[in-house]
Each structure stands twice: as structure tokens, then as C-alpha cells.
């Protein structure tokens, strides 16, 4: 409930790939602009992000860690990061696309059929570990939230407790590609498919919030025909998570679109341009985020006459 007058918060932030990084610039603009951040619920690569930023909520310093990682001889000759983040000029439509392009150049496609999933958890991990440590949701300064989904009984699972490793690896497990994530006898993945910013799961957060979502998804491409039957099924994938996630964005108070629509999934050339993206929908943003808080507040004020 708000404190003396305070309307709190939550930022929900949306899955995108390399376009996650738009979420650094408009953390940066909100904390400017002094729109108060009380919770984070986020999603993939939102996911990645939210939990940094909740264990050190300082988002220009964010920005200059997580670029310089980035930027890194390390990070750019990474095999596992080429075949899950780059290459190719083909205009991939969403991730899965993105990564069927990876694995087509380096990887046999079969695994799919033969394993659990393409690729294996351990290096998906260990590039997580490089931003969250070993760190728990205890350890975090403001509080975070990571929804994931059960392959098991078919549900929704929102994580917010025990390990920020173990939460973010689920929530970046993207079903057949990674195997999920087990845990107390769950079987968690990416819930992207279902939903790519979490709007819903940051209403929950906190009753009576302001809630804040950062929407990364790319428009679809009009086409003229379909050529192979698996493009078919992409596509299909593809209108399904646009249409939900559209659905789920009428539930927020606030929605920031930053540009980034046209850069592909796996596109991490010119990263400042994509937090600059951020920053300039979060400044188009501000001044609604001001007059929502601003007329909560004074409907609360009557209210308590």
C-alpha cells in the first residue's frame, strides 16, 4: 500500500535478446527523473537485467559494467555466444529463428530430436554467473520477481526466492534449446512463449502499484507466402506471443516501446545504440509516468477526506 503519500512502483521488464540491453537506458532515465523503482519482475533477458540491477540499484553503473563485458575480447570470441547470439544477415523474426541459424553453421540439428535439448545448461550459467555471483534473493535491495513455466503440470511458477542464478538460468532456458531448469521437482523454463513482459506477475507485486512495462518485442513482418513447413510453425509461434503479449500490455499503467524493434534477436553490434534506444523511450515516457503518480495520488488524497 503507499507510504505517506508515496505511490510505489513495479518495472516490469520484457523479454528481448540483445535488445535487453534498451532496459540499462530507461532504468537510467527513471532513476533521473527521480520515478521511484519499489519492485522488478522481469523476463529473460528483462530477467538478467532486473536481477543486477535489484542486487545494486545504480543504473549508469550497470550500464558500464555490463557493456564492457560486452565489448570484451572474451565475451566476442565466445563460440557459445556466436552460436547463440550472432552471425547471419538473414532477418530472423524471434529468437527461435535466431538461434536455428547458429545451430544450422555448428550444430548438429538432430540433438533435438535425440537429447533433452540443443544445447547444454552449464556455459548458459556460467555467462549468468559473470552478472549475479552466487547471490540470493535475500541479498537483493529492492525486491525482484522471475516468472518461469513448469513443463511438468502446466503452470506458471514466479520465482522470488533462493538462488538469482538458478532463477535467471530458468528464465533464460528457452524450451528444447536448454534443458530446464530442475527444481523441488519442477521443471522450469522460459515463459516468453506465454507472455513477454510480465505484466501481470508485476501487478502482483505490490497492491495498489504504478506499474511501469518495458515492451522490446519487434512488429511482424507482413509476407507474401510460406515456403517451408517449419516456417509455418514459427510463424504461427511468432502471432501467438504477439498477441498475447499485446493482451497483457493493456493491464499496464505505463508502457515504454523503445526502438529497437528492427534489431534481430541475436544482434549485439553498436550496443550503445541500443541503450540509447532505452533512454529515449523511458524521456518520451516521464512525463505520463508523473501525471499517473500524480493523479493516484491526488485520488487517494480525496479518497482519504
Known sequence: MPIF?????????????????????????????????????????????????????DARALTRRTLAFMNSEEFRNDVFMRVMFGGGGESEQNAFQSIISGLRRG????????????????????????????HTFDDLKIPFAVPTLDLGPPREVVLSEGSLLEAVTASCSIPGFFPPVERDGMLLADCGVIGSVPVVQARAMIKGALVIAVDLSRELEVIDSVERGWDSILRCQAIAGRKLNELALTKADVVINPAVGERRWGDFSDLETIVECGREGARQSVEGIHKRLSGVLARLRRRNL
Do not use: N, W
Open 5 to 57: 503519500g508515496k505511490i510505489p512502483v513495479v518495472v516490469a521488464l520484457g523479454g528481448g535478446g540483445a535488445r535487453g540491453l534498451a532496459h540499462l537506458g530507461v532504468l537510467e532515465v527513471l532513476e533521473e527523473a527521480k520515478v521511484p523503482i519499489d519492485a522488478v519482475v522481469g523476463i529473460s533477458a528483462g530477467a538478467l537485467v532486473g536481477a543486477i540491477y535489484s542486487l545494486e540499484p
Open 107 to 134: 550444430i548438429r540439428f538432430t540433438s533435438l530430436i535425440r537429447k533433452a535439448s540443443i544445447l547444454d545448461a552449464s556455459r548458459l550459467r556460467e555467462v549468468i554467473r559473470e552478472f549475479v555471483g552466487e
